[in-house]
């Protein structure tokens, strides 16, 4: 029995593919396109096609449609690049978009019934979902709304991470949203300033949030992350250890239509490392300009970042270390909260999570908690309420 005319037909044209041929590499892709291809007639192998091809969709979708569609508009090449610049790309160019997005909407509408036509099996096969979406429109309205989605890894999560030289993006980021905070709210309202500066693209400070370990410094700068990202706003995680790499990781956004906060949690280091040579020339400007879509966001327990040389040291060379801090346009205090503080944030995070204990039974076990080592500190409330959650759990369980 010859091939079916329509999967060859739509075969030729997946190889016609220009913009998007990145996709023809996708590991879901290529079982897809293997049975397209292929001109056996080996049963076994037939089957070992499909099956491959559907055991590699199902984790990602049981639609096809919608995860084709996905993979289109999450790529990263020339013509999305063209348009994320605020360039009009030139009319050849947007042709042939135009004409491979009907191919790959048409691949998109393969049913299970065409290729199982296709396999010498009479058992059951396992399906999948079609439907009717038009890719034109959906990214034409991507394009128009690239500087809130992007394109790329900085379409796939709101958090990134710099390993190897790259930027990746972080496939189950911290979820926490301003609305998990409590206190701190002013400091937080300078941050969040600072952050809609950015985004609407007025001129935004580096930020240095500095003071007590478990006040939330970190924790604040995650939430303003989630709760901004659908208007385009991203977090690149940078280690001290990676600083001499900012050249690169700035080389690499610059231009993109997102924004992004470089963010370099708990930052101290020696005078004479290369770490602050290297964060030292991007603050006060080098021969790689600071991207204008982004900002460094740098949170530290210290109150002074950098530690100064041994004696001997000329005292005008231990002041610029010691006014380091001062090359932070915005510097924002998170301070230890004194008992009523920490006992109000333990009141308010028992009354998130449900518990049902009395207010002075509350606060005294809190008090003893903190006592124990951990100190006053929105993380202490927090890590004692967990702590009461997880007793009720073992206290039910012992009880059935």
């Not at 049981?62 to 360039?87: H, M, P, Q, W």
């Not at 346009?329 to 049902?356: H, K, M, Q, S, T």
Request: charged fraction near 25%.
């Amino acid at each position: 029995m010859g091939r079916n005319k329509k999967l060859q037909e739509l075969e030729l044209s997946l190889n016609s593919l220009v913009v998007f041929r990145r996709l023809l590499t996708n590991e879901v892709m290529l079982p897809l396109r293997a049975l397209l291809d292929t001109e056996t007639t080996d049963p076994l192998i037939q089957l070992r096609q499909y099956t491959e091809f559907v055991s590699r969709l199902y984790p990602r979708s049981t639609s096809l449609t919608d995860f084709i569609l996905k993979l289109v508009l999450e790529d990263d090449n020339f013509y999305v690049r063209c348009i994320g610049a605020g360039e009009t790309p030139d009319e050849r160019l947007t042709a042939c978009v135009q004409n491979e997005l009907l191919i790959l909407q048409r691949l998109s509408r393969i049913k299970p019934a065409e290729l199982q036509k296709e396999i010498s099996y009479y058992g059951i096969l396992p399906e999948w979902t079609v439907s009717e979406i038009d890719f034109g429109a959906a990214f034409a309205e991507r394009m128009r709304r690239i500087s809130e989605f992007g394109y790329g890894k900085y379409a796939q999560s709101p958090m990134l991470l710099f390993r190897d030289g790259q930027t990746v993006p972080v496939l189950h980021p911290d979820r926490i949203r301003l609305s998990d905070l409590f206190g701190y709210e002013q400091e937080r309202a300078a941050l969040i300033g600072n952050t809609l500066a950015l985004l609407h693209g007025r001129p935004a400070q580096n930020v240095l949030l500095y003071g007590e370990a478990g006040t939330g410094k970190s924790s604040s700068v995650k939430a303003v992350v989630n709760e901004y990202a659908p208007q385009g706003l991203r977090m690149i995680q940078i280690y001290k250890e990676q600083l001499r790499d900012l050249p690169l990781i700035m080389d690499e956004i610059s231009g993109n239509p997102l924004k992004f906060i470089l963010f370099i949690d708990d930052l101290s280091f020696a005078a004479d490392s290369e770490r602050f040579s290297a964060l030292k020339a991007m603050l006060e400007g080098s021969v790689v300009a600071q991207a204008d879509n982004a900002v460094i966001v740098a949170t530290s327990n210290l109150q002074h970042l950098v530690r100064v040389p041994a004696e001997g040291s000329r005292a005008d060379a231990v002041q610029e270390l010691r006014s380091f801090p001062d090359r932070f346009g915005l510097r924002i205090r998170f301070a230890r909260p004194d008992r009523a503080g920490y006992l109000e944030a333990v009141l308010r995070f028992a009354e998130l999570a449900g518990l049902e204990i009395p207010e002075e039974e509350l606060c005294a076990g809190a008090e003893q908690f903190a006592a124990d080592g951990s100190g006053l500190s929105p993380r202490t409330a927090k890590q004692y309420i967990k702590m009461l959650i997880g007793r009720q759990y073992l206290d039910a369980d012992g009880q059935q």
